[in-house]
């Protein structure tokens, strides 16, 4: 009986030994000098730092304000819960499910992209001087040229009417009995899923958009998005519609696809999409809104800022010149309407112009 556990040993010894050996001659050829090498090193300690940082600080907010959010956030969903369940109720029992799956999602994005879009076409008309202090290039769209944004209005309503076959699909992908259930997803089910596909849709836009930057296909697809140097809220979706499908529909879609998401969920995605989306766009830093410092930027110098959340720009070294920025150091929701960082924008585009 002793045989065989010794030989058993002498086995696993001898694994161990081969396995030493080889990662002693693996690491005998690895260029521990070259300047690569330590060049993959630093970027990669940088990042892990970086990295580490925030998720330590992410983990210790939550957990100082967990208990307080959940609170407020059960009484709020209570407070609203017979509400919305009336509303989804009757959108049930009145429409088909493909009826609400397809119009009622285009419906939605519709009427997000148009009050959004109206209401800073009426500052650009109308407000200019008014709100010129919170304009992200100073002395850009001054006036507006009305050829160039009467095409950009109609190659954004085709857009938008291709994106309804697009719908029509990612609920043919979706089950009806996920997306179309009687009963609403819970609160933390939600922000769970939104925060998926917040992340799928990151490493779906930037690849592709960064697909789109190939000279053959920029110059045969996204040349015309990057017409607008300085963009305004409308040219959010003025893209050649091959472009609008691939890089900024399909992103959309693949985490409500994957996770076989609740209509109503979808809808909540989808409004979300549509307002960062504008915001992005709107060539205004408006305070209590997120900042478009950072597409702003790639729209001014092309090479830089493919991403959304920013996170694969830094991985990937594409973000390198805007940390540098001025625009990087404004790139930050603010809470007041007077700022003494105007006068940082104010200086920035004055030198670089």
Known sequence: SRRPLESSRSSVDFQIGAATSLIFRMSTTIPWNSRLFRRICESWWQFSKSFLVAIGASIGFLICVSNTFSAMAR??????????????TFIRLNFSSTTSQVCGSFLIAFFHFWTLSAIFLFIEFKKQRQ??????????????????????????????????????????MIDDKYSMASELPTFFRMIYEIVIFTILEEFGFYYSHRLFHYPPLYKRFHKLHHEWKAPIAVTSLYAHPVEHLINNV????????????????????LSLATFTSIISHSGYHLPFLSSPEKHDYHHLVFNENFGLLGFLDYFHGT???????????LHRIF???????????????SKKM
Request: glycine content about 2%; overall charge positive.
């Open 75 to 88: 009484v709020f969903w209570t407070d609203c819960a017979d509400h919305w369940l009336a509303v989804w």
């Open 131 to 172: 709100f010129s202090r919170f304009k992200v290039q100073d002395g850009t769209n001054t006036p507006l040229d009305c050829k160039k944004l009467q095409k950009a209005l109609l190659v954004v309503s085709f857009n938008q009417l291709i994106t309804i076959p697009m719908f029509f699909i990612l609920f043919k």
């Open 250 to 269: 399909t992103p959309l879609m693949v985490g409500p696809i994957i996770l076989q998401s609740h209509l109503m969920v979808f809808w909540v995605w």
């Open 319 to 329: 973000d390198v010149n805007f940390r540098k920025s001025k625009q990087s150091e």
């Open 335 to 349: 809470y007041s309407d007077t700022y003494d960082e105007v006068r940082i924008r104010k200086s920035t585009h």
